[in-house]
């Protein structure tokens, strides 16, 4: 069984509740999706085909017990939840980045889901999965990036909606380069919707390279 891997590497984790930990991150190539302001088009190519057991190993030789299956988009390649069941059976604390277009009902329960919630100005509202992103655990994340004010309230409707169930963290930001960050904290403030603002943290500290970080 092989995955379309574009890159593994260890950095520092630049989002989510776990920002600032060493990760190792095992980006799987190829994404569906064409979100408008994706940082990673690179992994859009096939990458380079691996066995679950050679990536497991790879992982395991860069020593870190956080790792990220991200992409592109991860859960397209079908031996994906093979590959997540195998980390978290060597021992690894495993999140998996999700576009919130795919379902997560055959994941291991073991890893933690960090899935997006689309806004119109990616271009791909369209392929939320709404029930997905309602069903997520309290151990999951749920991230929002909003290019502006149509973004944040759109948003905002959806958690008092059909995402009004979700137990997951909702972790708010802004599109880099489009919003200022301070914008939307006065926003958070005004409004107080439920969740918590956060930075791309390897942008700051990283932010003339594009890979590898």
């Given at each position: 069984?092989?995955?379309?891997?574009?890159?593994?590497?260890?950095?520092?984790?630049?989002?989510?509740?776990?920002?600032?930990?060493?990760?190792?991150?095992?980006?799987?190539?190829?994404?569906?999706?064409?979100?408008?302001?994706?940082?990673?088009?690179?992994?859009?190519?096939?990458?380079?085909?691996?066995?679950?057991?050679?990536?497991?190993?790879?992982?395991?030789?860069?020593?870190?017990?956080?790792?990220?299956?991200?992409?592109?988009?991860?859960?397209?390649?079908?031996?994906?939840?093979?590959?997540?069941?195998?980390?978290?059976?060597?021992?690894?604390?495993?999140?998996?980045?999700?576009?919130?277009?795919?379902?997560?009902?055959?994941?291991?329960?073991?890893?933690?889901?960090?899935?997006?919630?689309?806004?119109?100005?990616?271009?791909?509202?369209?392929?939320?999965?709404?029930?997905?992103?309602?069903?997520?655990?309290?151990?999951?994340?749920?991230?929002?990036?909003?290019?502006?004010?149509?973004?944040?309230d759109w948003?905002?409707?959806?958690?008092?909606?059909?995402?009004?169930?979700?137990?997951?963290?909702?972790?708010?930001?802004?599109?880099?380069?489009?919003?200022?960050?301070?914008?939307?904290?006065?926003?958070?403030?005004?409004?107080?919707?439920?969740?918590?603002?956060q930075l791309?943290?390897?942008?700051?500290?990283?932010?003339?390279?594009d890979r590898?970080?």
């Amino acid at each position: 069984m092989k995955l379309g891997v574009s890159e593994i590497y260890a950095s520092i984790q630049g989002e989510s509740s776990h920002a600032g930990r060493p990760c190792t991150f095992v980006r799987l190539a190829g994404c569906p999706l064409r979100c408008r302001w994706c940082d990673t088009v690179y992994s859009f190519d096939a990458g380079e085909m691996m066995t679950i057991e050679a990536i497991v190993a790879k992982v395991a030789a860069l020593g870190l017990p956080l790792v990220e299956l991200t992409g592109g988009e991860p859960l397209a390649q079908r031996p994906a939840p093979a590959l997540v069941e195998a980390l978290c059976q060597a021992g690894h604390e495993v999140l998996i980045e999700t576009s919130g277009a795919y379902p997560v009902s055959g994941i291991d329960a073991r890893a933690k889901i960090i899935a997006d919630l689309k806004c119109p100005g990616s271009n791909e509202a369209a392929r939320n999965r709404m029930d997905v992103l309602a069903a997520l655990r309290s151990v999951d994340e749920l991230k929002i990036v909003v290019a502006d004010r149509a973004d944040f309230d759109w948003a905002r409707s959806q958690l008092d909606g059909p995402l009004a169930t979700t137990e997951a963290t909702i972790l708010w930001s802004a599109v880099h380069g489009e919003l200022q960050p301070a914008t939307l904290a006065a926003w958070l403030l005004a409004e107080r919707p439920r969740g918590r603002m956060q930075l791309q943290l390897h942008k700051i500290l990283w932010p003339e390279i594009d890979r590898g970080v």
